[in-house]
């Protein structure tokens, strides 16, 4: 079974700075995704960002990135230039990939980010 | 194109009761999945639906709980004799090609069980 774990509870960071939030996995599978997911007050889940396991490219959105490293099994996520709708709980996700096993996610614990004025 | 509906968005239901949470997918999305959050934790699989079929139920308690998604109409997930541990918010996700295919989330019912 895969486990999923965030190890920081809160965060925060000031307006215009950049913040990394912390997600590490375990798996036995060599090929699978990786998620990074927004839920904001309004509870939605928002997809950040989506990173493959396969491709060694770390993945980016705008002011958003990735730092996947496979060895490590780590997968932090930096935001620049914080704004302040950036504030929510972010989860880490994983999935394995194949089959049906693609939308069967499994969530870590989640990070509350705050960003001040 | 709206996104993946939820209704209610809200629902209290006491002890021993049933409640009936609604899903209608994105327009197109034939593949449907239900999560579960409980208080201060990530969301945790329940269930994955096709038109008419259950795919993969592994996330799913044993008793109470079932889950479909007929030909026409919403995907519902009922809870049979809540109990007070049911209380949590529950998510829907569609997507169109299934594999691969990113997930649209829904806003979620937030059950309370009284």
């Known amino acids: 079974a895969q486990t999923v774990t965030q190890s920081q509870p809160e965060m925060s960071v000031q307006e215009a700075e950049t913040v990394t939030l912390s997600c590490t996995y375990d798996?036995?599978?060599?090929?699978?995704?990786l998620f990074w997911y927004k839920q904001p007050p309004s509870r939605q889940m928002i997809l950040v960002i989506r990173q493959e396991a396969y491709k060694q490219q770390n993945a980016t959105e705008n002011r958003f990135s990735v730092n996947f490293q496979k060895a490590a099994k780590s997968f932090s996520l930096k935001i620049s230039d914080s704004q302040l709708g950036d504030t929510a709980m972010y989860f880490c996700a994983f999935s394995q990939a194949g089959g049906t096993s693609y939308g069967k996610l499994t969530f870590g614990q989640g990070t509350i980010l705050t960003v001040h004025p | 194109n709206a996104g993946v509906m939820q209704n209610p968005r809200h629902l209290v239901r006491r002890r021993g009761q049933e409640a009936r949470l609604r899903c209608s997918p994105m327009?197109?999305?034939?593949?449907v999945y239900w999560y579960r959050q409980l208080p201060e934790e990530g969301l945790k699989f329940m269930v994955y639906?096709?038109?008419?079929?259950?795919?993969?139920e592994s996330g799913m308690p044993k008793e109470r709980f079932s889950a479909e998604f007929p030909k026409e109409g919403p995907s519902i997930l009922r809870i049979q004799q809540v109990v007070r541990g049911d209380s949590a918010a529950y998510f829907c996700a569609s997507s169109d090609r299934g594999p691969y295919s990113p997930l649209h989330f829904g806003n979620g019912t937030r059950l309370t069980v009284t």
């Open positions: 798996t036995s599978e060599s090929n699978y995704y």
């Open positions: 639906l096709q038109k008419e079929n259950i795919i993969d």
């Open positions: 327009k197109g999305h034939s593949h």
